[in-house]
């Protein structure tokens, strides 16, 4: 997308849950981008990997999940951007190029996918491989590892070169110190329901002067203050000296999660994660947050990424929406294009199931078959069960994200140029 | 350089706001209009109110234990009079001390009395006609003293404990602490002593075996013996409740705001894991009564549950009446300083 800066870009981000019963793999491979100043939707049925994909940008993986592959570039510069597109290009023509010792040792290192457990390069044989990584495809590991190596030869002039090469704005490199520094100033987030996501026993004024006194070292109880006010007004709280020494369970459900939202923007992030924010909320209050949240997004200029199972909402606020389903993203594509031309069967179905006003139906249309187990990694496209369109290669090759149209990117093997209606 | 010029306020701190502060400021002059917030006429009314409705509860308890007391056989003038005085001289003296009455007007009595503030005299052998007053007042200082350690040994083993158990959960550290709880809650607490005594008065010689003669070296044992049982049991449920903390939504939240581990652990998962253990703290109360009577027995630790054991195998009435009218007491206060802390402590109970 030209002119315009990417704020955040995730290349094929893995999180696993490692439990007694197996593996289950929550995100499989996920790449997308934020831009500046943008509304990205994130959209799919509970359980795909939704709320997932917030939490592994903030680095916050409960419990057993790891996050296994990929990487989480935030506000890199542009020129480091190009050229660490070049060198992954570079980094993927080796990987081709390399001899079976070199694959055996990136795959043991990087890509342990189905244990959790780097696992021996010795012993894995050749087959093992091509199971864990298919021979045509470059495991997501290899970039890293091999722009590793490749800084030590670097020469010193070719900063930017090395400062691609270090992955220096990879998310997933920091140490957990920088990465608190991250959380709640550059990026912050939103949760689902806003009577348990605020702290019961501190008053609002307290917790939003921890956050405000933790990232601007404001200590200055007066200037704490003030700054707490502002930030209330700014959320259109009417009388915000009253709500500041409220406690939580004082407030009302809206209220509440304007004080999230409060907390959420205090130190003007560059990145508004915002989970559902709505779902805990009656409706005439959800316009009322909805149009809150883009108000101040088009004020701040910060972009969003809102996540939700509700297309009207995602219609009304996202420039752009990203459909996932068991973990991966099926299609994207700008809000607009998205409604008007949906090229994923699972897309179309999503949209079909929506009834629209003043249509008579008898029933609804529903998406026949349920949601697959994670726990079982898939050959091909998660969606095979379920989807009409199926044919014979769903069920055996993972299809390849395509660019079908400028800005609208698909996941599927009718759109793959194999089979099916090739671009217009 | 800045920080330490212009420190972090204490409120900010503790979560409580200074009482110095002054009205014009923001934070207290919020305290008269928030219903969230306790005043002082609040707490005071709140105080009288529940010593109101203690009083039939402690009535009640004497009353138990006057019948349980007059169902038992035996008499207490038997005890007074050595062993061959005639059957005249006994009828005597029990109509003397109003014996042969029928139990509620034996009742009423004490009940005459004890509004005048007169718990009666002693009809035991040791301390015959000795005021019941008294000997209470004697003995209570040593019982408060070893509940009060042990609620401190309780709570400082107790709550460190849980809470390390519940950040190393499911690791070998935290099942150690699992397996000293279980087996600490599950020995009773006459045989715990005997076995500390074994061990630290007799084999180690450290400490005295019983008595009070040796200072506050004597105190350790009884305190310890006390104060275990109830520390597995503050271990546990300082545990699951910082579990169950853990795994909120405000916790993750707090953490996606950048908040350093300590402070999210420290200060927000602890006060809020706090509360379910102060609700009990009135009922551990209680139990220490119940404990202390045991562990008096067993290192004759002259407190008032030595008082009660030895007045109950000598019938002395009185006494005994005396006792559990003061322990009583002790578990109604003990549950009154728990409601107000635990309103305190959580701003979504009010006092009422």
């Known amino acids: 997308m030209p002119g315009r800066k990417p704020l955040l870009e995730i290349v094929g981000l ?6 007694h019963e197996g593996v289950v793999t929550a995100l499989d491979g996920i790449d997308f981008t934020v831009y500046e100043k943008e509304s990205v939707g ?5 359980g795909c990997g939704k709320s997932m994909t917030a939490f592994s940008i903030l680095r916050l993986v409960p419990g057993p999940g790891k996050i296994t592959a990929g990487n989480i570039f935030f506000m890199e510069p542009q020129d480091v951007r190009q050229r660490r597109m070049q060198l992954e290009i570079e980094a993927q023509e080796w990987y081709r190029r390399s001899s079976l010792v070199e694959k055996k040792k990136l795959v043991a290192l990087y890509d342990y996918r189905d244990t959790g457990r780097k696992k021996k390069a ?17 495991p997501t590991g290899v970039t890293r590892y091999y722009l590793a190596q490749n800084a030590k030869t670097m020469p010193a002039s070719d900063k930017v070169g090395r400062a691609a090469a270090l992955f220096s704005f990879d998310l997933l490199t920091r140490t957990d110190d920088q990465m608190r520094s991250i959380r709640g100033k550059s990026i912050s987030m939103i949760f689902q329901d806003p009577a348990t996501a605020l702290d019961p026993v501190f008053t609002v004024a307290y917790q939003l002067g921890e956050v405000i006194s933790l990232h601007q070292g404001i200590y200055d ?24 020494k409220q406690y939580p369970h004082e407030l009302s459900g809206g209220m509440k999660q304007r004080v999230m939202i409060a907390l959420a923007l205090s130190c003007s992030p560059s990145l508004l994660i915002a989970d559902e924010p709505t779902t805990a909320l009656d409706v005439t209050i959800q316009a009322q947050i909805l149009n809150l949240l883009r108000d101040l997004m088009r004020t701040t200029g910060s972009s969003m990424m809102l996540i939700t199972h509700n297309l009207g909402v995602v219609a009304e606020v996202c420039d752009r929406i990203c459909v996932m389903y068991a973990g991966r993203i099926v299609e994207e594509a700008e809000t607009f294009e998205l409604f008007a031309n949906p090229r994923h069967p699972y897309t179309a179905g999503l949209l079909a199931a929506f009834p629209k006003l003043g249509e008579r139906k008898d029933e609804l249309s529903v998406i026949r078959g349920t949601v697959p187990n994670l726990m079982r990694p898939f050959q091909g496209c998660a969606f095979v069960e379920r989807c009409e369109k199926a044919t014979e290669v769903c069920g055996e090759d993972m299809p390849r994200r395509v660019e079908i149209s400028p800005g609208h990117f698909v996941s599927c093997h009718l759109w793959t140029g194999k089979e099916g209606p090739n671009v217009r | 350089m800045e920080k330490l010029e212009n420190p972090l306020p204490f409120h900010f701190i503790c979560g409580t ?3 110095h502060a002054e009205q ?7 305290d008269g209009g928030c219903k969230g917030k306790k005043s002082m006429a609040d707490l005071i009314s709140y105080v009288i109110r529940k010593i109101l409705l203690a009083i039939p509860v402690i009535l009640l308890a004497t009353f138990i234990v006057f019948l349980m007391l007059y169902l038992t056989p035996g008499d207490p003038i038997v005890n007074i009079l050595p062993p061959h005085a005639s059957p005249d001289d006994i009828q005597k003296l029990r109509e003397k001390y109003g014996f042969d009455q029928p139990f509620i007007v034996q009742y009423g009595k004490f009940l005459y009395r004890l509004a005048q503030g007169d718990l009666g005299q002693s009809v035991s052998r040791q301390t015959l006609n000795l005021d019941v007053s008294d000997l209470i007042i004697q003995r209570l200082p040593k019982t408060l ?18 809470v390390y158990s519940a950040l ?10 699992m397996v000293f709880t279980l087996v600490a809650y599950a020995m009773p607490s006459f045989w715990l002593g005997i076995l500390l005594m074994l061990l630290f008065a007799v084999y180690l010689g450290w400490l005295p075996i019983e008595g009070t003669v040796g200072g506050f070296k004597s105190i350790i044992l009884p305190a310890m013996t006390l104060g275990l049982g109830n520390a597995a049991l503050t271990t546990r449920m300082m545990r699951s409740s910082m579990l169950e903390v853990q795994r909120q939504d405000y916790i993750t939240q707090l953490r996606s705001r950048g908040l350093p581990e300590s402070e999210v652990i420290f200060k927000h998962a602890l006060k809020n894991a706090m509360l379910p253990v102060i609700t009990v703290i009135g009922l551990d109360i209680g139990w220490f009564v119940a404990g202390a009577v045991v562990v008096e027995t067993v290192f004759s630790w002259p407190g008032l549950g030595l008082l009660v054991t030895n007045s109950i195998t000598n019938y002395d009435y009185p006494t005994v009446q005396g006792c559990i009218l003061v322990l009583a007491m002790f578990v109604v206060l003990g549950n009154l300083v728990a409601d107000i802390l635990y309103a305190f402590v959580d701003p979504r109970v009010r006092l009422g």
């Not at chain 2, 003293?145 to 849980?162: C, H, K, Q, R, V």
Request: aromatic content about 6%; charged content about 25%; proline content about 7%.
């Open chain 2, 168 to 177: 190393k959960q499911n690791s070998w550290k935290d099942r150690s602490v």
């Open chain 2, 145 to 162: 003293e070893l509940m009060a350690i042990g609620l401190t040994i309780s709570y400082s083993l107790g709550i460190p404990l849980g």
């Open chain 1, 122 to 138: 010795k012993k894995l044989t050749p087959a093992q491989i091509d199971k864990i990584v298919p021979p045509d495809r470059v």
């Open chain 2, 17 to 19: 706001r200074p009482k």
């Open chain 1, 42 to 46: 994130i959209v799919g049925e509970t």
């Open chain 1, 221 to 244: 109880r007066a200037v704490l203050d003030k700054k707490i006010e502002e930030v209330l007004k700014l959320v259109r709280i009417a009388a915000p000296v009253n709500v500041m």
């Open chain 1, 14 to 19: 893995r999180t696993q849950f490692f439990l």
């Open chain 2, 24 to 30: 014009k400021h923001l934070w207290t002059a919020a």
